[in-house]
């Protein structure tokens, strides 16, 4: 008998499934942005002190920011400023991150979204393509390019201040013209 509901089974109608959402992508000139996000790693001695800079130069241009940092495991605490974590323990093997803070920063709706990071990290990867960010800026690798708005190649090059140095001059100086906003 099981074979048999099994059989009709494959005939069955399926249910149809909600299409996913469209999150609307659009650039903001630098000005008009409210709601910032920082994604960041803490991998080494200089991205502390980079990250610390990046986040007092948002907060001084009067913008609200929201940061999120991975970390390998539970530690002190080395920024000046408050953020959301999360570790290497919520991340299953199949690269699926399990933490509310992580699904409560995807489902922000930033009207920028910065990634800080200088090497490749998969768990980033899941973060930046799920993320209701209007605008997704950070490194240039070419197996993202549906994760960003706006990719900075910097090259080789792994320090995280050159990183910063260019989302912010090419964040501040894209002037948009969109008739949307005005």
């Known amino acids: 008998m099981a074979i048999l509901e099994n059989f009709i089974s494959v005939f069955k109608p399926k249910k149809k499934q909600a299409p996913a959402r469209e999150i609307a992508r659009y650039t903001l000139n630098y000005e008009d942005t409210r709601d910032i996000g920082v994604l960041f790693s803490h991998s080494n001695d200089e991205n502390p002190k980079a990250i610390n800079y990046f986040v007092k130069l948002l907060q001084k241009d009067k913008k609200s920011v929201k940061a999120l940092a991975y970390f390998e495991e539970k530690h002190s605490n080395p920024y000046d400023f408050r953020f959301d974590f999360f570790t290497a323990k919520d991340i299953d093997s199949k690269g699926v991150i399990h933490s509310l803070q992580v699904e409560e920063f995807i489902q922000k709706e930033f009207d920028c979204l910065y990634c800080v990071n200088v090497t490749d990290f998969p768990p980033f990867h899941y ?29 080789d090059n792994k320090n995280a ?22």
């Open 127 to 155: 973060i930046m393509k799920r993320s209701h960010a209007k605008f997704r800026v950070g490194k240039f690798y070419p197996e993202m390019l549906d994760s960003f708005e706006l990719m900075i190649d910097i090259g």
């Open 161 to 182: 201040v050159d990183l910063i140095l260019q989302m912010l001059h090419f964040t501040k100086t894209l002037i948009i013209h969109n008739p949307q906003y005005k």
